[in-house]
């Protein structure tokens, strides 16, 4: 399951679409906050979420994820790009980071290795 965070109602949709086209399931957030209530960050395939989101931003929930123990790989996106928070996002261990617009299959092919290059969990 891929998890989209974005607080653009016309981004989560159009993402939806987007994973839907490559058989991918997906489900949208609107927030941090919302993902972190609803979900177990463990049931995460790979995350795509945008870096200024309302609330707790995408780059705090990534600390929160990773203080939990999360290995999920993350995915940003953002329409306000900038190197400091490109390195910080890509020092914590994001997979990729992309600036809004983006090429739809550069994300797709970003989700795919992320999703291959993880680490199964064992009982």
Do not use: W
Not at 83 to 96: C, I, K, L, N, P
Request: contains cysteine; negative net charge.
């Amino acid at each position: 399951m891929i998890y989209v965070i974005d607080d653009d109602v016309s981004v989560r949709r159009a993402l939806a679409r987007l994973m839907a086209s490559a058989d991918l399931r997906a489900k949208t957030f609107a927030s941090g906050e919302e993902f972190l209530a609803l979900e177990d960050p463990a049931n995460a395939d790979c995350l795509v979420m945008d870096i200024h989101l309302g609330g707790m931003t995408g780059l705090q929930l990534q600390e929160r994820l990773l203080a939990m123990g999360s290995d999920t790989p993350i995915i940003f996106i953002t329409a306000f790009d900038d190197d400091a928070t490109r390195m910080r996002a890509q020092h914590a261990g994001a997979q990729a980071y992309f600036s809004k617009p983006f090429d739809d299959q550069a994300l797709l092919d970003a989700i795919e290795i992320s999703m291959r290059s993880r680490t199964p969990k064992t009982c």
